[in-house]
């Protein structure tokens, strides 16, 4: 009796634990999702204006003694000897098809920005005109977009031509070489220069030309040799501001009448025609028969 009585409560028991609520579930916490602190964005670099004053007065003001020039026709004549250097006539193209010294190219001096792919950084490249002005603009608009590779030719065509040295006619294509890193606010400052460059190519082209605004006397004549140039012999009347020394003497050039500048043969005036033209001088001009064209001439010298 008593065992059945012990079994009977021990099924009752297993019964109640069976019909009892479920064991409520620990609930599952979701680990906190961590932080993250946002990307820092990098600030805008703030673009810096071209500062072309500065631009050209350290052009102006570091040119070597020899004023980027290939100076002699021997000296021309050597490098084209030895194959690695570029002649590039910087005439219009019905001057280069007329004659040019051989194995030039042509890239008339108001499309050279234009051009710049066909001039290599990496070997000599030599420019040339008529008489030596634009070929003179043309190195002082490159020097400043970093072509420290290019020269002058200043005897010039004629200089060539009048030596008794071959002149060609067959014309020679220009070769793609690549597109150089240039500044863009520089490369377009200095395109808009070129290729504005008027007929005349900002000249005052003849000696009557010259003395006809001198004896006007409303003329400043601005003679950009070095001192010691300028004290053997200068055209009456004229000035000395070296051309290194241009950008630091401003204040000695008007806006207001026609300055007129000159050198010994024209490359050093060409140069300092297009720095001061870029610079606003609009009215400044250059003379190409330069001093040495006026004294063969047999016009007045002042000590």
């Known amino acids: ?12 028991a297993l019964l109640l634990a069976a019909c009892g609520p479920a064991a409520t579930p620990t609930p599952t916490v979701a680990p906190p999702t961590p932080t993250v602190a946002p990307t820092p964005v990098p600030p805008t670099p703030t ?3 071209l500062d072309f004053p500065s631009v050209i007065d350290k052009f102006l003001s570091g040119i070597p003694d020899k004023y980027y020039t290939v100076g002699t026709i021997e000296a021309l004549k050597d490098m084209m000897a030895g194959g690695n250097v570029l002649l590039v006539d910087v005439r219009e193209p019905n001057e280069y098809a007329e004659g040019h010294i051989p194995g030039a190219v042509n890239i008339p001096l108001r499309t ?59 014309p020679v294509e220009a070769k793609t070489v690549g597109q150089p890193e240039v500044d863009p606010a520089l490369l377009a400052h200095i395109d808009k220069f070129l290729s504005g460059i008027p007929d005349k190519y900002y000249t005052v082209g003849t000696i009557e030309a010259l003395k006809d605004m001198m004896a006007g006397g409303n003329v400043l004549l601005v003679d950009v040799r070095e001192p010691n140039e300028y004290a053997e012999g200068r055209i009456p009347g004229a000035v000395n501001i070296p051309l290194r020394t241009l950008t630091k003497n401003l204040d000695k050039l ?50």
């Open 1 to 12: 009796m008593k065992r059945a009585m012990w079994i009977f409560l021990t099924i009752f």
């Open 47 to 49: 673009k810096v204006a």
């Open 112 to 170: 050279l920005t234009k051009n710049l792919d066909k001039l290599p950084k990496d070997k000599p490249v030599v420019l040339y005109c008529r008489t030596g002005h634009r070929s003179g603009m043309a190195t002082a608009a490159l020097q400043m977009l970093g072509y420290s590779n290019v020269r002058a030719f200043p005897p010039a065509f004629v200089g060539w031509q009048n030596a008794g040295e071959p002149v060609s006619k067959e």
């Open 254 to 303: 008007p806006k207001d009448k026609p300055v007129v500048l000159y050198c010994r043969t024209g490359h050093r005036s060409g140069m300092a025609t297009a720095a001061l033209q870029m610079l606003g001088y609009s009215n400044v001009r250059a003379f190409p028969p330069a001093f040495v064209g006026w004294q063969k001439a047999g016009e007045p010298i002042e000590k």
